[in-house]
């Protein structure tokens, strides 16, 4: 039965030092308050795991919260480098930084047998790539049926998982809309689950019959943070906020410009000044 | 075209609009973020308005009015047919064989056209950490076949690629049916300068087409490896007006979507 707590609550229920965690999201519904609201904890060891880490990883890794990172795509989508991440995986900066590296349909699989219960994922992959040559947990199986070798990854399972959606009833089920990613296999594949939503509702109201709902049994905690995938976004609800994106090259380029940054932002910031962006760029 | 001497248009509008020619109406087409992705909107919005585009993030049959940002923008899930969850996509749509085209870009290409897009340097001490994989490890190996779009120099197109993050024709001929895979992979790599083909026998990617203007010299000069030319080289066609008029108004449009709105 999912607990509604404020956001503080909720990721002190959560999210413990060491965890493997996700914060997930495939471009869309990021919880991006919810990993500010574990840098303000000081939340440390983290081993992030994510199949596309952007900003919220930069600035997890750039503050010192994380020990590894499991990844298939570590960049800042269409504008470059996570600046934060290469420091440091290359200069070890703020400390240094174990990754564990993957294609993307390893990391689907791997989440997919997470919330199947399985110990593997087997898919027909990594044929000709050199990833396997630097990631020892990339293995492979033979069929027995048909002799073909299929390359196998350990199956994802997460201390905690975290994600944003777009609401949830008082009765702590959670509605997704959209974009969905690997969101509903991560908190599936979780001990414990936070979900971050744009609101809380009475009913969830008019959906699709096959809509992803999470029921509440699934999920550990529910916060209400308007605005809480900026600058990701929540359709239906704000769009993404591309120029944030373009704007936070320049800022993580430099180690004392990040952490004025987080600094000005994270620290003296609290859940709150999400819902600017809610307010702002909810259709009308 | 020229207009008093001066190319009407610049080399990666060249580049953008012979990579949108190369994709049929017919095509099922994985599409990359940035250069692959104009060229695949270019094509839906010229010549093949029947074109299935479809976004790693799950987004089948997407129509998009501004190129996105990421591959999982807003505009990729409202104008789609249907959103799928990424395991689905990864497992029943790419794994699965229904993707005729795979369209990729990559920071270093080597003469078979294997692609890095992990790592300049050692990946234990990199010079430069790149992005990595993303789909493309599978891209390369489940689709149809597989279209690359690069600008070309001597930095990218390498004699030695630093990391092999996905598979082109390996070290040639037999190479991926050896590995078990049963696809054509890089049939066609389009730069800023030419088009290259990998030869039927050796697999090693020839120069079958330059675009105006672009000499031979031109071309050696910007590939790591000695370069090899087709027995007969085409001349590119020139962007006509309207392939050029549709492509500038889909920036046009992007750019005036990515203003900030504060």
Redesign the interface.
């Known amino acids: 039965m999912a607990q509604i707590l404020s956001l503080a609550q909720a990721v002190e229920a959560v999210v413990q030092d060491g965890d493997v965690t996700a914060f997930e999201g ?3 519904l990021i919880p991006f308050a919810a990993g500010h609201e574990t840098i303000r904890q000081g939340r440390k060891d983290l081993t992030l795991v994510r ?2 880490p952007d900003l919220i990883y930069d600035q997890l890794i750039g503050v010192g919260a994380a020990k590894k990172m499991v ?5 800042n ?3 470059g ?2 600046h934060r ?2 420091d440091a ?2 200069k070890g900066w703020p400390r240094p930084l174990e990754i564990e ?1 993957h ?3 390893a990391m ?2 791997a ?2 047998a997470g919330a199947a219960g399985l110990p593997f994922a087997a ?9 396997p040559r ?1 990631n020892p947990t990339i293995k492979s199986v033979t069929c027995p049926y048909t002799g ?2 299929l390359a196998t990854v350990p199956a994802i399972r997460l201390d905690s998982a975290i994600i944003h959606a777009q609401k949830a009833d008082r009765a702590g089920n959670v509605l997704l809309d ?5 969101q ?2 991560a908190v599936l594949a979780a001990k414990r689950s936070l979900a971050t939503v744009e609101e809380i509702v009475d009913d969830l109201g008019p959906r699709s019959l096959n809509a ?1 709902v999470l029921p509440h049994w699934t999920v550990t905690a529910i916060a209400a943070v308007p605005g809480g995938a900026h600058p990701s ?1 929540t ?1 239906g609800y704000y ?8 704007a936070w090259d320049e800022i993580a380029r430099d180690r004392d410009s990040f952490k004025a940054w987080i600094a000005a932002n994270v620290m003296d910031k609290g859940p709150e000044a999400f819902a600017r962006y809610a307010a ?2 909810r259709p009308a | 075209m020229t207009a008093g001497g001066k190319p009407a248009y610049t080399p990666t509008e060249m580049m953008t609009v012979v990579a949108s020619r190369a994709l049929k109406n017919s095509d099922v087409c994985f599409v990359g ?2 250069a692959p992705s104009a060229a695949c909107n270019l094509a839906r919005l010229t010549h093949a308005p029947g074109i299935t585009l479809i976004y ?4 089948i049959a997407t129509k998009p009015n501004v190129l ?7 505009e ?3 104008t789609a047919l249907t ?1 799928v ?3 689905e ?3 029943y749509w ?2 699965g064989g229904r993707i005729s085209v795979g369209f990729l870009g990559g920071a270093q290409i080597d003469r078979f056209a ?1 692609l890095n897009t ?1 790592s300049i340097g050692p ?2 001490k ?1 010079k ?11 891209i ?3 689709c149809g076949e597989v279209f690359i779009i690069m600008a070309q120099g001597k930095r990218s197109f390498v004699d030695k690629l630093d ?5 082109g024709h ?1 070290s040639g001929p037999g ?2 049916e050896r ?3 049963k696809t054509k992979g890089p049939t066609r790599v389009i730069t800023d300068l030419a088009v290259m083909e990998p030869d039927p026998a050796t697999k090693e990617l020839t120069v079958v087409s330059m675009h105006p203007g672009v000499t031979r010299e031109q071309v050696a000069d910007s590939t790591g490896w000695p370069v090899k030319f087709a027995g007969k080289v085409a001349d590119t066609a020139p962007p006509d007006a309207q392939e050029l008029e549709v492509l500038r108004d889909l920036h046009a449009r992007t750019k005036a ?6």
Not at chain 1, 71 to 75: A, D, L, M, P, R
Not at chain 1, 123 to 130: C, M, V
Not at chain 2, 56 to 59: A, N
């Open positions: 495939f471009t869309h199949m596309t990844f298939s795509w570590g960049g989508p269409g504008v480098s996570l991440f290469r995986y290359e590296e294609s993307h349909a689907a699989n989440y997919e898919f027909r992959g990594y044929r000709g790539a050199e990833l630097v073909e070798v959209g974009i969905v990613g690997v509903k296999e992803c976004y359709q769009k993404r906020d591309n120029a944030y994106y373009e702002k760029r | 973020i940035g790693e993030s799950g987004t996105p940002l990421s591959i999982g923008d807003g990729l899930c409202e959103t969850p990424v395991p996509m990864f497992r790419l794994q294997n992990t990946y234990d990199p430069v950490r790149l992005p990595g994989g993303g789909g493309a490890p599978e390369a190996t489940s990391f092999v993050t996905s598979l390996g190479d991926r590995l078990g895979v979507a990515m203003r900030p709105r504060e």
